[in-house]
């Protein structure tokens, strides 16, 4: 009996996908990249629903260069937009969430970003550049059913043009309010 609960308790958990990804940088250099995720239902009381991430990661896989980033992860974040500092040099994550408890964790931001840049061979988090703001998303924003499969910069494009994708997922917005 207590095996048979054990199961249970074991197949609803998240499951992790993977998939490889192009990233077009602002230089025109195109990447191809790692991602992992996983995704964890949720139902809340009075309806509604969705997912959180509990697992979120990204790994330069080519071209290979001595100076790639480390693995980066930090969930419940999503990288929307991945590229180098034209100023700096400094590769950089923008991330984004689906759930008010990110935002919360983050210090309630006035918009919903994290910046990461990579210093001294780890990701430190910072807060959002100004520079960012109006930048476009050059990463997949995924649900459910766009993981578990490659993706090019046509099929990124083609799911990121469907209309029910929020404008906050599309480019750093410089307005933004939470319905949390």
């Avoid at 009075?46 to 997912?51: A, E, I, Q, V, Y």
């Avoid at 969930?75 to 034209?86: A, I, K, W």
Wanted: net charge neutral; proline share 8%.
């Amino acid at each position: 009996m207590a095996f048979l609960l054990l199961l249970g308790l074991t197949g609803c958990g998240p499951k992790l996908s993977t998939w490889k990804e192009e990233v077009q940088l602002q230089s025109g250099a195109v990447l191809t990249v790692q991602r992992t995720i996983s995704f964890m239902a949720y139902q809340p009381a009075g309806g509604g629903g969705g997912s959180n991430t509990p697992e979120s990661s990204l790994l330069i896989l080519a071209p290979a260069s001595a100076d790639n980033p480390t693995m980066w992860t930090h969930p419940p974040l999503l990288p929307m937009v991945f590229d180098r500092d034209p100023d700096t040099g400094e590769w950089f994550i923008v991330a984004t969430f689906y759930m008010c408890q990110a935002w919360y964790e983050l210090g309630r931001p006035k918009l919903p970003y994290a910046e990461f840049r990579y210093r001294n061979g780890q990701w430190v988090q910072q807060p959002l550049s100004e520079k960012f703001i109006g930048r476009e998303t050059n990463m997949l924003i995924p649900d459910q059913a766009d993981v578990d499969r490659d993706h090019t910069l046509a099929s990124k494009r083609k799911l990121m043009s469907e209309p029910t994708i929020s404008e906050r997922h599309l480019r750093v917005v410089p307005k933004w309010s939470s319905a949390c």
